[in-house]
């Protein structure tokens, strides 16, 4: 036990003489959790509390003409009532070359330009629905001809740095509003073809103003978890990340070892070489426990001061404790691995800072696991980092106890065991024990 | 008494190479201070990882204080001690932390460890560098921590590599001052190195190595009377020649 605690201390010293790597396990996953998470809290922002700024260019001939029963009036106005968009800039612009010059000139991201027939268009349909309605109410051959079922488009005009996903987001909401205007025409021109009156105000409202509320719930298992937020994703996220990041530590400490020549004196001493090996394991899982302390600490005493949602701890501490070490020591296994097999610190540095980004890529720590294709979704189940952050999301998201993620973590361990036989495989083969 | 090494009929040869050693006997006496030279390529450092159990062998025998080294118990390692020729410890640790380590590694207790710690740094002049880290020592600093890590536990057999090469006058005379001091105490000395003139002062007994035979062992009065040389020199260069070697 001496022998051990010795070992313990020895790397313990030269851990934190190392002031560089030090830096890198822990600054860098801290800067990491702040800005990430920053910048997906503004994303998140954006999306749901702010509006997003767009240029009007209303090229519709009855808006122009003043025309009070305007279609593209009523479209301008959901538009606005909507909640999404504010309208930075209004037309009219000459052409639509005018509308790109001053998306370019405002930095505004995206601009709808509603064509010259909208209200005409949107008419022409609506009577035209409610022509076919009356006859098939009425039981008559219906021989109306396809005129009015037809609609200029709407055309969105967006820079091309804006990502797919947030495009579509605004297509769709542009298309609940479209359909909104629409869908208020038509019942107008139904109600005035059955009562050969203008429909009252409060029955448009009625009819068309009151759609079901959508309430997002989060379905978590133990039922009292909020709305997910950047906060709850990102920490658990960095933290696996970081975790795994000491495999530049680690991995060259131990190339360091080999190479210093440190590693044969102990050859020669009558402890067994495994002493070693377990010390480093030791000293990691102690320096990752520390990380998730610091990034979890960072979450829920610094995020309120800033301006990021607090994060909230698991209900079930011992299976997050569980989890931790877990996620630990399958990191420390992994860099102890590429230290045994790497010849130089180059290499190390280099295999293990790749490896890194690569496994967290296809483990879905910066791709959604959803959001990828088929066929990375059998690959990412062989990165431990996807393991470990399921086991974590099991506990952070949903709420989850240590029953509930039995199944992220029995991979987890195969695959920790796997190191651990793989770069025992290799101290053998170099004759280190 | 027991011989400190035995070796019978060793052979030794890296994976799909010609072998290094071939049928190689040798004996070294406990409480000799035996010198092993050779020119490059000759097998030494072969034959000095085969005594200290870093490589395995499969044809032979090797015995360290009469324990056959293939298969042994790492306790046995407590019996010898190595000091390569590479500097083997730690950089970012200091003297007296490196002692701690290696200390506790060879089996000593808190106690033993702080008691050879304060003598080894008073012996070997470290004491006013004992906290300062070893990686900014002179070379000459750095193999006497070298030396000392290597007799922390007072080992029987002491194998040294090269122990003062790269150092200057006053550490050498220092060091194999020491070491004569322990042999003076029994401990064996087993030693290699291309300081012929160094080795003279030190070795009572010299092996020398070539293609993986032993070519001549003796004690050294005597071989310099055998082959008319008056000194080491001059008999290696007898009896390995003067054409470049690997």
Known sequence: MFRLWSTIIKDLRILTRDKVGLTLMFLMPVVLTIVITSVQNGTFEMVNNNKVAIILDNRDAD???GGSASASRELVKTIEEAGMFTIAERGPYKNEQEVRDQMYKK??????VIPPTYSQDVMARAQSVARKALKDISG???TASGEGDSLAPLQLLYHPTLQ????????????????????????KSLYK?????????SVESQIVGQQTEIIPVAVSRDGNRGNPNATQHNIPAWTVFAMFFIVISLGSSIVREKRSGSFLRLRTLPTHFGVAMVSKQITYILITLLQAVVIFGLGIFLFPHIGLPALILPGDITALVLVTLLCGWCATSFAICVGVYANTQEQANGFGAVSIVLLAAIGGLLVPSFAMPEGFRYIMKLSPLHWCMEAYYGLFLEGGKLGDILMNIIPLLVITLAFQVVAWWGLKRKRLV | MEAAIQISDLSFRYQAQEPVLDQLNLTIEAGERFGLFGPNGAGKTTLMSLMTGLLPYKTGSVKLLGYELRGRDRKINSLFGLVPQDFSFYPELSTEENLQFFGAWAGLTKKEIREKTNELLSVLSLEKVRTRAVGKFSGGMKRRVNLAIAVMHDPRVLFLDEPTVGVDVQTRHAIIHYLKQLNQHGTTLIYTSHQ?????????RVAMIDEGKIIINDTLTNLLHQHKQDGLEGLFLELTGRAYRS
């Open chain 2, 196 to 204: 012929l003139h160094e080795a003279e002062d030190l070795c009572t």
């Open chain 1, 107 to 112: 930095e505004i991201l995206v601009a709808v």
């Open chain 1, 164 to 187: 797919l996903s947030f495009r579509r987001s605004i297509e769709g909401a542009l298309g609940s509003v479209l359909q909104v205007v629409q869908s208020k025409y038509i019942v």
């Open chain 1, 140 to 142: 008559e051959k219906n």
């Open chain 1, 63 to 65: 808006a122009s003409a």
């Open chain 1, 193 to 201: 073809a059955i009562n050969e009156e203008n429909i009252p105000d």
